[in-house]
């Protein structure tokens, strides 16, 4: 069974610090999204990585996969208000889609 | 056009009523995705549709029944809910094979049974 793992599920971070959201997998699947949720809204789509040592970028937000190690990481970068939110990782496979159990973030003043 | 939509963005019905959701997407994707989400969770898959055929049921309740009437079009039909069916229903599609891809998600309905 696909299962994924994310950690912290909850983070508190002060404006302007840097901090690491990680993400583990059980399975051999390349294909890992991130995804953000602002309370009582939908999914955004943040990034998509397809190949072992994908790294992406987005103002404060960096990705990577490492699919040797079945790890993905979020790096938030300088972190600032607006970046309070749910996120989510997600793997999937040919027939299953699964997400994480979430990483509230919350930037603090 | 980007968007996906749904209806109703709220519901409220009875363990006796029958309703339906609504999802509708332009972006010519042909992968349509149904997902529950109850509070302070993850999304759960429910269904997959891939070019109008259900391509994956993940052993839902048959009180919930997918129907894609076309490319763009994704119901759900509810009948005979029961109080833990309380949630977040979301809608998503992909471009390319299902799961192959990033989904674009609508606002979701939130369902209360009652």
């Known amino acids: 069974e696909l299962k994924v793992e994310q950690n912290p599920l909850f983070l508190s971070m002060q404006e302007g610090k840097n901090y690491t959201i990680y993400c583990n997998y059980s399975?051999?699947?390349?294909?890992l999204y991130w995804y953000r949720q602002d309370p009582g809204k939908s999914l955004e789509s943040l990034f998509v990585l397809l190949s072992n040592g994908a790294v992406k970028q987005e103002g404060r937000l960096m990705a990577s996969l490492d699919t040797k190690a079945r790890l993905s990481t979020l790096h938030i970068t300088a972190a600032v208000h607006d970046l309070s939110a749910t996120y989510f990782c997600a793997v999937g496979e040919y027939n299953d889609m699964r997400f994480g159990a979430g990483t509230r973030l919350t930037v603090k003043p | 056009d980007t968007e996906v939509t749904q209806t109703p963005k709220h519901l409220v019905m009875g363990m006796t009523n029958k309703k339906s959701l609504k999802c509708e997407q332009h972006?010519?994707?042909?992968?349509m995705y149904w997902y529950k989400q109850k509070a302070k969770k993850p999304p759960e898959l429910m269904f997959v549709y891939s070019y109008e055929k259900l391509s994956i049921n993940e052993s839902v309740p048959s009180r919930f029944s997918p129907e894609c009437p076309n490319s763009s079009l994704l119901n759900l039909h509810l009948h005979a809910l029961q109080p833990e069916d309380s949630a977040l229903y979301l809608c998503?599609?992909?471009?390319?094979?299902?799961?192959?891809?990033?989904?674009?998600f609508g606002p979701g309905t939130r369902l209360l049974v009652l």
């Open positions: 399975t051999t699947s390349d294909r």
């Open positions: 998503a599609s992909s471009g390319g094979q299902a799961l192959q891809e990033t989904q674009y």
């Open positions: 972006m010519g994707h042909r992968a």
